[in-house]
């Protein structure tokens, strides 16, 4: 557990109360997000943010197509995600390049999205969150969610057709289990469908309101 870093701020509006998402692959973060979007939270979602910048023509495919070439590019212009995928698990400078070109775009896109953030509180929504190293201290909190690594494998071979063995390597790519826990200030289980997943968001969801009134010194509305 970690001291909450500052809530999100810019020059042109108040601290908003922030809480970073998080999670290893096939653990239901989308999922989780979108609950906490239905009871009004603004929820900004770098995964989305990143497959917008590397959609048919999209803004990070010029720099992509220069530093990779047109073979990293499907027909329709957009990021061959299966051969990239392939290269940046077999050449770790591949991967420094593919990151150099995408991550000062996605916090670009992000701040942009963050400035015109409705609702009461922000959710962003950062799959490698621990591993960044800088997104501890642009959120109040961090929230895991959490599953066994036997769900995690089930879920991204039924999902994204992909064998055992390369889900297996895509986890063992991402932070631990352990260590996202141990950096967690709150975890949401994801083993056993929605139904368990609703009396576990309105808890929290009522929690971060409360911290959201006492950061803007007024009551909010509850939804």
Not at 23 to 41: P, Q
Not at 132 to 161: F, H, K, P
């Amino acid at each position: 557990m970690h001291t909450p870093g500052p809530a999100v701020s810019t020059p042109q509006s108040a601290p908003r109360f922030a809480v970073g998402l998080t999670g290893g692959i096939g653990c239901g973060k989308t999922t989780v997000a979108d609950l906490f979007g239905a009871r009004g939270a603004a929820v900004i979602d770098t995964d989305r943010i990143a497959h917008g910048l590397t959609a048919p023509h999209g803004a990070a495919m010029p720099a992509l197509i220069e530093a990779f070439g047109p073979a990293y590019a499907t027909p329709d212009g957009a990021l061959d995600r299966a051969r990239m995928r392939a290269l940046v698990f077999s050449d770790p400078d591949a991967r420094t390049r593919l990151e150099a070109i995408l991550h000062p775009r996605i916090r670009e896109a992000t701040a942009a999205a963050a400035l015109l953030a409705g609702g009461p509180y922000t959710i962003f929504v950062v799959p490698l969150l621990i591993e960044s190293g800088t997104w501890r201290e642009r959120v109040a909190r961090v929230l895991a969610i959490d599953c066994s690594e036997d769900t995690q494998v089930a879920r991204v071979m039924a999902r994204n057709g992909l064998a055992e063995e390369q889900v297996r390597a895509i986890m063992a790519a991402q932070v631990s289990r352990a260590r996202r826990l141990e950096e967690a200030d709150d975890v949401i289980r994801n083993d056993a469908g929605v139904d368990a997943l609703l009396p576990q968001v309105e808890r929290l969801h009522r929690f971060y309101l409360d911290a959201a009134e006492k950061l803007a010194g007024q009551p909010s509305q509850r939804l």
